[in-house]
């Protein structure tokens, strides 16, 4: 793969135009797009840009709400904060975790990031100052996961090996609400209005709890193994699911819907024997999800009909996270090599 590098920076531009769905590399002389060339779709630099600074595998990562700034968590136990415009530096450095960041989101103003790990607790950190503003710490093992709410008070969810969802609101101590499971927990997701948290893990069932009847009110069946990611659609109407059945799935959440409320399957990503926990995501308009894959690729799906829009090289390890950008034509992707790419679609 042909890579110029900037001295002395994280990230490098190493691509150009792509036939058919996959990146092509070029030298970095030829990016303009020439006569008749490509025309650039996005205000990224380059067509891939590079970002590399981590030193171990890269588990999650989320741009913020604006667009500007991506967050990535890390076995290395760090957080960094990276430019999306030109060079896409990392600017900031979130220090605290004693174990690996297995994932991460950003609050809906885009003025806290929300952190789960290994070392048993949660973390909100203040973007402005890169400080740890809230430790949560009550699982007795593992969190794997977490999610904040969309609206409402700042509410928090989060999903751990102890077998338990815990509910926890930000400007208070301690959880609100403790929601036992039988099995881990490896996947949490908020319902669009707050009123409810869906979990899943590592019974293959997606659960709906009810947050005033602190009970489940259903069960989501369909997935054959272990779930490892789940994101409520734009809209607030449907759950996209992941699961080590290596499909992913879209439940029709809405009030009304049929029993059956698996509307669609899609294949053609791969888990593997590192049951590392893959994530999935839509795209701003819900038109598209994305999945990281254990083959080293990324997915792209056409949400309605369920083709592969995109397979996309480029990583050397596990992609464990892979995201759309919230206003341009960008894929970002995160993978076990310790890499991110940022890519135009």
């Known amino acids: 793969m042909l890579t110029v590098s900037r001295e002395g920076e994280n990230s490098l531009a190493i691509s150009g135009p792509r036939p058919g769905g996959e990146w092509a590399t070029v030298p970095h002389s030829l990016q303009a797009p020439g006569p008749g060339g490509k025309q650039r779709t996005s205000s990224l630099e380059s067509p891939i840009m590079l970002l590399a600074g981590h030193q171990s595998a890269i588990y999650t990562m989320k741009f ?31 220090r605290g975790h004693k174990n690996a960041v297995l994932d991460l989101h950003w609050t809906t103003d885009g003025s806290q990031i929300i952190s789960a790990s290994p070392d048993k607790t949660l973390r909100a950190w203040d973007v402005e100052t890169g400080k740890q503003i809230k430790k949560m710490a009550e699982h007795s093992s593992f969190v794997n996961s977490c999610c904040p709410s969309r609206r409402g008070p700042p509410l928090v969810v989060s999903g751990s090996d102890d077998g338990t969802a815990k509910l926890w609101d930000l400007r208070q101590r301690g959880a609100i609400q403790t929601f036992p499971d039988k099995y881990q927990i490896t996947a949490v997701g908020f319902s669009d209005a707050s009123d409810k948290i869906f979990t899943g893990g590592l019974d293959n069932d997606v659960k709906v709890w009810d947050l005033r009847r602190n009970e489940v009110i259903m069960t989501l069946q369909g997935h054959a193994d272990m779930i490892t990611g789940m994101q409520i659609s734009p809209d607030g109407s449907y759950l996209l699911t992941n699961g080590m059945d290596c499909s992913l799935r879209i439940w029709d959440m809405r009030p009304y819907a049929p029993q059956n409320r698996c509307v669609k399957i899609f294949a053609g990503h791969q888990h593997n024997f590192e049951k590392n926990l893959l994530k999935c995501g839509w795209s701003p308009d819900g038109s598209k999800v994305t999945a990281g894959s254990s083959d080293r690729m990324v997915y792209i799906w056409d949400t309605t009909s369920r083709r592969i829009l995109y397979k996309l090289p480029g990583h050397n390890g596990s992609v464990n996270e892979t995201v759309f950008h919230p206003t341009e034509p960008i894929i970002g992707s995160c993978s076990s090599d310790k890499q991110i790419y940022l890519g135009e679609l």
Do not use: E, Q, Y
């Open 64 to 94: 913020n709400p604006a667009g500007t700034v991506i967050a990535s968590g890390s076995h290395d136990k760090d957080i960094f904060l990276w430019h999306v415009r030109g060079d896409c530096k990392n600017f900031m450095v979130l």
